[in-house]
């Protein structure tokens, strides 16, 4: 994909997108109005179930967005049906008779939040008799070579709010499907294959609460030879309902294991084929096709084998963005976009003391804006520089654009993405426990609060580490540093050893090393080592091992030149005011 800076479009595709670009921005800053109903209008009443509805057209306002229910703003009868750029909309069933219908239109757009209008109603006519027949069944009457696995549908019987089906080989049997009601629907799937080169007979008989439509005739089709029909495909590239599709997409869908091909319907509305008309497809894409910007466009998908095409495939949409691309140069062959390209990161760390915490966008771009969203997705506007102040955490919106120029004017291109911003602070060492073992010490580093920090001993540079334990560290006096990854500062606490409980060690290693090998009286900072007189120490059994005097070494863990094992011994000094100080230590190798 080309870089932004080196686009050049021709003036023949900059006018009409700058046309539409500047249409719309018009359009977005006066006062929008929403369309009346022409048919039924606004408060009518009996009007036909089958009736058609229709609204006025909009100025600038790319498609609408229909839904129909029992109450205002209800959707229980349509939810939210895109129609296009259409004015009109049919019920394929109807509406339920003596019934106020509301009837809510969506202003659809590209650049903006769509506008949900306030709704309209109109009132239902009750029946008064009972339906006529459906005009049309299919497949058609005396259709031959008929897949097997075909389902049935039907035309809407005015007035009807269900039908009853049967099928039979003969005219008017049910051998292969008794009368079943199939409520107010409009076809039928078979659960299982029909039998193969035979004559089915389809009898559609519509009802309301005033009775069964009189003298259905049945039609009837013939069926083929045994074979197995392909499935349907769905979208893959755009997918149903998505937006901001580029202007020169290949389509693509998923591929149907069976089927031999596709054929492709694409429209501007859900009734016709005006951009391909069942266009043959032996893979699974099309060519690249140029799509005009800001529409809504409806795409239909029939995989095929020797055998038929697919039965009852679903109509798909999606919808182009504004006119800043992409679009397929034919003569790199490259797709080209005036969007910026955002590096923007995902989120962002502010620190807690900061007065001001200044953030700054990362692309070039002519202009940028940004947003607070709430929980709700609602914007609001915080900056239209390059930089914006945040003070709390949650998640914004950033938007850069660049403008272009055509004929003196100017339109804007733009890119957006939603971050988050986290807070971050200054780490506050809570406490550092040392876990003292035979020749080292470790250290769980503690902090007041569970922040994004790592970790390092001795040196603020470093290297740290994201674990807050320390292992296997030397006897002595040791610095721990904790900094916070995102910048908001480096702590340091001192760490002083101490081995021992009022001057008499926890333990000692008579190993040889040089380190901690003798055990002895070490008097706290500010006392007189010559406060203890002599020290006498015990096996478990209260035997005496050794008589320990304050100006020597101190005890090596032997007797009689013999090394005692490792466990826990006893002591009684005896302090120079003849107070005496009984505890007990460990002797570790």
């Not at 193969?196 to 009775?211: K, Q």
């Not at 466990?567 to 003849?578: R, V």
Request: charged letters at 20%.
């Amino acid at each position: 994909m080309k870089n932004k800076w080196d686009l050049r479009i021709p003036k023949i595709l900059v006018a009409p997108m700058f046309f539409m670009a500047m249409l719309l921005g018009i359009f977005k800053s006066t006062a929008q109005e929403c369309p009346a109903l022409i048919n039924p209008a606004n408060g009518t009443t009996l009007v036909p179930v089958d009736a058609t509805i229709s609204w006025e057209a909009v100025v600038g306002v790319p498609g609408y967005i229909i839904s129909l229910g029992t109450t205002e703003g209800g959707n229980d009868i349509l939810n939210e049906k895109n129609v296009g750029s259409a004015k009109s909309y049919t019920p394929p069933t109807g509406l339920p008779e003596n019934t106020e219908i509301f009837i809510t239109i969506t202003l659809f757009f590209f650049n903006q939040p769509n506008i949900i209008c306030d709704s309209q109603s109109f009132v239902t006519a009750a029946l008064s008799e009972a339906p006529n027949c459906s005009s049309s069944i299919s497949p058609s009457n005396n259709a031959i070579d008929i897949n097997s696995s075909t389902n049935i549908s039907w035309n809407a019987a005015p007035s009807a709010t269900g039908y009853f089906i049967s099928l039979g080989t003969t005219e008017n049997g049910d051998e292969i499907l008794a009368s079943t009601d199939v409520e107010n629907t409009l076809s039928y799937n078979p659960p299982a294959d029909l039998p193969a080169e035979t004559d089915i007979y389809v009898t559609v008989i519509p009802y309301n609460r005033i009775g069964l439509a009189d003298s259905c005739s049945s039609s009837v089709f013939t069926t083929a030879a045994a074979a197995v029909l392909p499935l349907c495909t769905s979208m893959i590239s755009p997918f149903d309902g998505e937006t901001n599709v580029p202007l020169s997409p290949t389509l693509e869908w998923n591929a149907v294991p069976n089927a031999i091909g596709y054929r492709v319907s694409i429209g501007t509305s859900p009734f016709n084929k005006d951009i391909l008309e069942d266009a043959i497809f032996y893979k699974t894409s099309t060519l690249i096709i140029n799509f005009e910007p800001n529409r809504t466009f409806f795409i239909t998908i029939y995989p095929f084998n020797e055998a038929g095409e697919a039965i009852g495939c679903t109509q798909e949409t999606f919808s182009t963005l504004l006119g800043c691309g992409p679009y397929f140069d034919p003569e790199s062959g490259e797709l080209l976009v005036l969007n910026p390209e955002l590096n923007f990161p995902d989120s962002v760390s502010i620190c807690i003391g900061n007065d001001l915490d200044v953030i700054t966008a990362t692309d070039e771009a002519d202009g940028y804006r940004w947003y607070k969203l709430d929980d709700n997705g609602n914007e609001t506007l915080l900056s239209t520089t390059a930089e914006v102040s945040i003070d709390e955490e949650g998640e914004y919106l950033y938007e850069a654009y660049i403008n272009i120029e055509d004929s003196g004017r100017t339109f804007e291109c733009s890119s957006s993405k939603i971050f988050r911003v986290e807070i971050s602070q200054k780490p506050d060492i809570d406490d550092v426990k040392v876990q003292i073992g035979a020749n080292s010490v470790n250290y769980d580093v503690i902090t007041a609060i569970n922040g994004n920090y790592d970790y390092a001993i001795d040196n603020e540079d470093g290297p740290y580490q994201d674990s807050n334990r320390f292992t296997n560290i030397s006897l002595q006096n040791h610095t721990i540093y904790v900094r916070d990854k995102d910048g908001c500062g480096i702590v340091e606490r001192l760490v002083e050893l101490d081995l021992t409980v009022n001057g008499f060690p926890n333990f000692f290693t008579p190993n040889g090393d040089g380190i901690n090998d003798y055990w002895q009286f070490i008097p706290p900072v500010g006392t007189d080592k010559n406060n203890v007189s002599v020290i006498y120490i015990f096996d478990k059994f209260g035997a005496l091992l050794a008589q320990v005097a304050p100006n020597t070494d101190g005890w090596n863990g032997n007797l009689n030149g013999r090394a005692l094992p490792e466990s826990n011994y006893w002591f009684k000094a005896i302090a120079t005011n003849n107070k005496i100080i009984k505890g007990h230590f460990s002797l570790k190798r």
